[in-house]
């Protein structure tokens, strides 16, 4: 993972952290279709605000404007850039983990990867929950 930025303490701010950069990182993951290596080059700028968690403790709701939407919370006496660069890939990374737009999966009769052939199972006819239906007159 390459990283670049900076994190700095707001002046007159009550606590207020701003931490800004970029990141570029080549994940893997398996593929949720074939079970397969999949791999995803990230890479992005981020622009986070962070105020104290002690500035909104006491009360039970706080109104908020469009421009605080954007503001994260931290405890204790700040946090680990660590951390938010973690969260920055997990967000980034695609809800559905595919090696290939065009995947095939795995057989549900015998469990091969239809990527490398055909694996020779029939198609399954209908479910048979819905074969009381079937039955039913108009």
């Not at 403790?57 to 680990?80: K, N, P, R, S, T």
């Amino acid at each position: 993972m390459r990283v670049t930025g900076e994190a700095e303490l707001l002046a007159h701010s009550d606590g207020e952290i701003r931490v800004e950069g970029n990141y570029a990182v080549e994940m893997g993951a398996q593929c949720d279709r074939c079970l397969g290596r999949a791999r995803y080059p990230l890479s992005a700028s981020f622009d986070l605000y962070y105020r104290p968690a002690a500035v909104v403790a006491d009360v039970e709701e706080v109104a908020i404007d469009e421009g605080e939407a954007e503001i994260a919370f931290y405890e204790g006496g700040g946090m680990l850039l660590e951390d938010i660069l973690r969260e920055q890939v997990l967000l980034a990374l695609p809800m559905q983990r595919v090696c290939d737009d065009a995947c095939k999966g795995i057989c549900p009769e015998c469990g091969r990867n239809r990527n490398e052939g055909p694996c020779g199972c029939t198609a399954v006819a209908a479910d048979d929950r819905w074969s009381a239906l079937r039955n039913l007159k108009s």
